[in-house]
């Protein structure tokens, strides 16, 4: 008993603000385009290395909600076309705010009304439907005490009777579809639907197969999307706290363009 | 390598039933285990069954392949139980009907699917018969009632449904139902060895992305004929343990939770937290993805110097050690967790469960010893193994491991170049059909892929077998006679993937 109540007070407290920077140096976070991945054939590149078909060459954009965040095109290109800067805060929304290149995610933010009802205690379900696990993970790690989402008024429940709205991860297994929707149907309205990580704003890596659904937008109808594969727990309390119009440091998209 | 191996399936013709179910028992009976059984269509309506095995000498792998019928074929749990799972998922697949299998309902399809798909057998394929409805056991007796849980369970955690059927509190019997996560993997490898395979890999089961995305790296490797740099296979081992650090925390954190001990809980939660940061100082990601590049690894890797990461495993490990010793100390946690969940040595070494998991229940199998990668080679991690099979003894498994792993970290890393290398030369693949198979030791147990490659060098079959899939059946031995309300705690303390099993 003694060792733990001294271990807690050696620990101190290690939960970290939202404002904590960026993050080790190998980290991929937001990707930056630069002036080749505008001009020049550099998109080509880009897009030829993409295994999940995020780039469009011609359009010169690059959806998020694809992305799987592996870096390839980044050792295609060089770096010279994108380049995946080290900051956690990736843009959300609704599912064009992350294509890069379209809306910015400002406008995603939930209506005032909203908001107003939820004050400032939001509770979700979670249902994984389909995924790896990853971004389940990531949303429970969300809990523990480095990223402490109860400080927010944010919170997992366990009965969908409970919850303000669902968090879904996942393309959508077929096999899941049924128990997804139902569990949406045992919310009471109001309700807001957030899908996080590729695999739920558009099948991701699994995009395609017999067995799932392309992601949560064809079943339910998804109030905030936030793209990651996994999203970093950052990326999510970024997502999360900026679709409530709560996000202390909005993250200035058209600045993260190379000069 | 001993660690992956090729079969050249140009010259050899099938066996018969006979050898090919002496093959089998031999698995059950012999020091070889069962590695994979899976099914294959290599002309439309022409089915083949691959068996690969292996293990009782470092390095080994026998295989053995038999032609079925189109319709069905004699099941093999007689001879080798651990083949159940693998017989359902054939069935499921590609249409092949294990006859006299002790249990026929779909793994895979719930209701709602068409009843004649089987999303691996050709359309030229003779029609098979309709897949029959879902059937639960039933189990009767005065005051036996069911209790249903799940698809969509209580906390942040993947959909899978469990039927109890009690007398009282007591569980009699457990059957697990799984498929929901089923998103059809395998049918999305066929065609080039490509870097798409390495990401698809990656997403099996997110919490084992290193130990998935390595054996199927090295496999791709073997096809393709790109080994990786010695220096870039230590930085993959280290990764592997790591990763196998950060869920062991995570294990140990989810298991007190489930007991009440909030001291453990925050604690482990936050180790984890810590270990997976280290994988983010490495790979990038904090679940190691972008470690694996086909050849070696990613250019962003390692992203952290050999001694910096030292230090901070040391760290770490310091950590570990402190709030480890403390939880499996505490006489009320030893009270919950001892006789708890007990998975019979017996039942482990019949059935065939791999990992950790059968590490707790006296089998001694890890594919670092048995089937080592070339960082494992002169001395793998300290072998680690306890009998009582329990819930204790599962925590225990994994605390000793853990110490193991930082052991053998110090090792390796204390030799490591900075950086790995992408594979320079490139042996010309033979030009025959090949059956390629890799393992390596997730932390869950034996991570298996097996590749079917025609002459021309694509993937033509791929099969995936994830220690899940392998010990989702231990769970309903493990829980039967204790109380409904352990489940949760017996269902943590093997912690399996749902995604791992379901594909």
């Given at each position: 008993?003694?060792?733990?109540?001294?271990?807690?007070?050696?620990?101190?407290?290690?939960?970290?603000?939202l404002?904590?920077?960026?993050?080790?140096?190998?980290?991929?976070?937001?990707?930056?385009?630069?002036?080749?991945?505008?001009?020049?054939?550099?998109?080509?590149?880009?897009?030829?290395?993409?295994?999940?078909?995020?780039?469009?060459?011609?359009?010169?954009?690059?959806?998020?909600?694809?992305?799987?965040?592996?870096?390839?095109?980044?050792?295609?290109?060089?770096?010279?076309?994108?380049?995946?800067?080290?900051?956690?805060?990736?843009?959300?929304?609704?599912?064009?705010?992350?294509?890069?290149?379209?809306?910015?995610?400002?406008?995603?933010t939930a209506?005032?009304?909203?908001r107003?009802?939820?004050?400032r205690?939001l509770?979700?379900?979670?249902?994984?439907?389909?995924?790896?696990?990853?971004?389940?993970?990531?949303?429970?790690?969300?809990?523990?005490?480095?990223?402490?989402?109860?400080?927010f008024g944010i919170?997992?429940?366990?009965?969908?009777?409970?919850?303000?709205?669902?968090?879904?991860?996942?393309?959508?297994?077929?096999?899941?579809?049924?128990?997804?929707?139902?569990?949406?149907?045992?919310?009471?309205?109001?309700?807001?639907?957030?899908?996080?990580?590729?695999?739920?704003?558009?099948?991701?890596?699994?995009?395609?197969?017999?067995?799932?659904?392309?992601?949560?937008?064809?079943?339910?109808?998804?109030?905030?999307?936030?793209?990651?594969?996994?999203?970093?727990?950052?990326?999510?309390?970024?997502?999360i706290l900026g679709f409530l119009g709560k996000n202390p440091?909005?993250?200035?998209?058209?600045?993260?363009?190379?000069? | 390598?001993?660690?992956?191996?090729?079969?050249?399936?140009?010259?050899?013709?099938?066996?018969?039933?006979?050898?090919?179910?002496?093959?089998?028992?031999?698995?059950?009976?012999?020091?070889?285990?069962?590695?994979?059984?899976?099914?294959?269509?290599?002309?439309?309506?022409?089915?083949?069954?691959?068996?690969?095995?292996?293990?009782?000498?470092?390095?080994?792998?026998?295989?053995?392949?038999?032609?079925?019928?189109?319709?069905?074929?004699?099941?093999?749990?007689?001879?080798?139980?651990?083949?159940?799972?693998?017989?359902?998922?054939?069935?499921?697949?590609?249409?092949?009907?294990?006859?006299?299998?002790?249990?026929?309902?779909?793994?895979?399809?719930?209701?709602?699917?068409?009843?004649?798909?089987?999303?691996?057998?050709?359309?030229?394929?003779?029609?098979?018969?309709?897949?029959?409805?879902?059937?639960?056991?039933?189990?009767?007796?005065?005051?036996?009632?069911?209790?249903?849980?799940?698809?969509?369970?209580?906390?942040?955690?993947?959909?899978?449904?469990?039927?109890?059927?009690?007398?009282?509190?007591?569980?009699?019997?457990?059957?697990?139902?799984?498929?929901?996560?089923?998103?059809?993997?395998?049918?999305?490898?066929?065609?080039?060895?490509?870097?798409?395979?390495?990401?698809?890999?990656?997403?099996?089961?997110?919490?084992?992305?290193?130990?998935?995305?390595?054996?199927?790296?090295?496999?791709?490797?073997?096809?393709?004929?790109?080994?990786?740099?010695?220096?870039?296979?230590?930085?993959?081992?280290?990764?592997?343990?790591?990763?196998?650090?950060?869920?062991?925390?995570?294990?140990?954190?989810?298991?007190?939770?489930?007991?009440?001990?909030?001291?453990?809980?925050?604690?482990?939660?936050?180790?984890?937290?810590?270990?997976?940061?280290?994988?983010?100082?490495?790979?990038?990601?904090?679940?190691?993805?972008?470690?694996?590049?086909?050849?070696?690894?990613?250019?962003?890797?390692?992203?952290?110097?050999?001694?910096?990461?030292?230090?901070?495993?040391?760290?770490?490990?310091?950590?570990?050690?402190?709030?480890?010793?403390?939880?499996?100390?505490?006489?009320?946690?030893?009270?919950?967790?001892?006789?708890?969940?007990?998975?019979?040595?017996?039942?482990?070494?019949?059935?065939?469960?791999?990992?950790?998991?059968?590490?707790?229940?006296?089998?001694?199998?890890?594919?670092?010893?048995?089937?080592?990668?070339?960082?494992?080679?002169?001395?793998?991690?300290?072998?680690?193994?306890?009998?009582?099979?329990?819930?204790?003894?599962?925590?225990?498994?994994?605390?000793?491991?853990?110490?193991?792993?930082?052991?053998?970290?110090?090792?390796?890393?204390?030799?490591?170049?900075?950086?790995?290398?992408?594979?320079?030369?490139?042996?010309?693949?033979?030009?025959?059909?090949?059956?390629?198979?890799?393992?390596?030791?997730?932390?869950?147990?034996?991570?298996?892929?097996?590749?079917?490659?025609?002459?021309?060098?694509?993937?033509?079959?791929?099969?995936?077998?994830?220690?899940?899939?392998?010990?989702?059946?231990?769970?309903?031995?493990?829980?039967?006679?204790?109380?409904?309300?352990?489940?949760?705690?017996?269902?943590?303390?093997?912690?399996?993937?749902?995604?791992?099993?379901?594909?």
């Amino acid at each position: 008993m003694i060792e733990s109540i001294l271990k807690r007070v050696r620990t101190g407290k290690v939960t970290v603000g939202l404002t904590a920077g960026d993050l080790p140096a190998p980290f991929r976070g937001m990707p930056v385009l630069g002036e080749a991945f505008r001009v020049g054939n550099v998109a080509e590149t880009c897009a030829k290395a993409c295994a999940t078909d995020a780039i469009d060459p011609e359009k010169k954009t690059m959806d998020l909600g694809r992305c799987v965040f592996c870096g390839l095109c980044e050792e295609a290109c060089g770096g010279e076309g994108i380049r995946f800067s080290q900051d956690p805060r990736l843009p959300w929304g609704k599912r064009e705010h992350l294509v890069l290149g379209g809306p910015v995610p400002g406008d995603a933010t939930a209506p005032p009304d909203l908001r107003s009802l939820l004050g400032r205690s939001l509770h979700l379900r979670e249902v994984s439907a389909g995924g790896c696990n990853g971004c389940d993970l990531e949303a429970q790690a969300l809990g523990n005490p480095i990223f402490d989402l109860q400080r927010f008024g944010i919170d997992f429940v366990a009965s969908p009777r409970h919850a303000d709205g669902l968090l879904v991860t996942g393309p959508v297994s077929k096999n899941m579809r049924e128990a997804l929707v139902k569990t949406y149907d045992a919310i009471a309205e109001p309700r807001i639907v957030i899908a996080i990580g590729a695999c739920a704003a558009s099948g991701g890596i699994f995009r395609g197969s017999y067995a799932v659904e392309n992601g949560v937008g064809g079943v339910l109808p998804v109030d905030l999307f936030i793209p990651g594969c996994p999203p970093h727990p950052l990326t999510l309390l970024h997502g999360i706290l900026g679709f409530l119009g709560k996000n202390p440091v909005a993250a200035g998209r058209s600045s993260r363009r190379d000069p | 390598m001993r660690c992956v191996h090729t079969f050249d399936l140009g010259a050899s013709a099938p066996l018969a039933e006979e050898p090919f179910r002496a093959f089998l028992r031999e698995t059950t009976t012999g020091g070889d285990r069962l590695l994979a059984l899976f099914a294959e269509e290599p002309s439309s309506g022409r089915f083949l069954l691959h068996a690969v095995a292996g293990g009782s000498a470092p390095g080994r792998f026998v295989r053995a392949v038999m032609e079925v019928s189109p319709r069905s074929y004699r099941t093999f749990t007689d001879v080798c139980p651990g083949t159940h799972w693998f017989e359902r998922e054939i069935y499921d697949l590609f249409g092949l009907a294990p006859q006299g299998h002790p249990e026929s309902n779909p793994l895979r399809f719930h209701e709602g699917w068409p009843k004649k798909l089987f999303p691996l057998r050709s359309a030229g394929a003779p029609a098979p018969d309709a897949r029959r409805g879902y059937r639960f056991l039933l189990v009767r007796g005065e005051g036996i009632h069911e209790v249903a849980v799940g698809p969509v369970h209580a906390g942040i955690i993947e959909p899978g449904h469990f039927r109890f059927s009690c007398a009282g509190e007591t569980i009699q019997n457990l059957e697990i139902r799984l498929g929901y996560q089923h998103k059809g993997i395998e049918s999305l490898f066929p065609g080039d060895p490509g870097m798409g395979k390495i990401l698809l890999s990656e997403s099996i089961s997110g919490d084992t992305a290193v130990g998935h995305s390595t054996a199927c790296a090295r496999l791709l490797e073997a096809i393709t004929g790109k080994p990786a740099d010695p220096s870039a296979e230590r930085w993959r081992a280290a990764a592997l343990e790591i990763e196998r650090v950060s869920n062991h925390c995570g294990d140990l954190g989810g298991l007190s939770t489930d007991i009440g001990y909030l001291f453990g809980a925050a604690h482990f939660g936050r180790l984890r937290g810590a270990a997976l940061n280290l994988l983010l100082k490495i790979t990038g990601n904090r679940f190691g993805r972008g470690l694996n590049r086909v050849g070696g690894i990613g250019l962003r890797v390692p992203g952290i110097a050999p001694e910096d990461l030292m230090e901070e495993l040391s760290r770490l490990r310091a950590e570990v050690e402190n709030v480890g010793t403390t939880l499996l100390d505490a006489p009320s946690v030893v009270a919950r967790m001892e006789g708890t969940g007990r998975l019979l040595p017996h039942t482990a070494k019949t059935l065939q469960f791999v990992g950790m998991a059968a590490r707790a229940s006296g089998r001694d199998i890890d594919a670092r010893r048995d089937f080592p990668s070339p960082a494992y080679v002169e001395s793998p991690p300290a072998k680690v193994l306890l009998d009582t099979g329990d819930v204790m003894a599962r925590a225990r498994v994994r605390f000793l491991e853990m110490r193991a792993s930082f052991d053998w970290l110090s090792g390796v890393l204390a030799g490591a170049t900075p950086t790995g290398a992408i594979a320079a030369e490139t042996i010309a693949p033979v030009a025959t059909r090949r059956l390629v198979v890799s393992v390596e030791e997730g932390w869950r147990g034996e991570i298996v892929h097996a590749a079917i490659v025609d002459a021309v060098g694509r993937i033509a079959r791929y099969k995936v077998a994830d220690p899940s899939f392998r010990n989702w059946p231990g769970l309903s031995f493990a829980v039967q006679k204790n109380v409904i309300s352990d489940f949760p705690l017996c269902n943590k303390s093997f912690n399996l993937s749902y995604s791992g099993a379901d594909l």
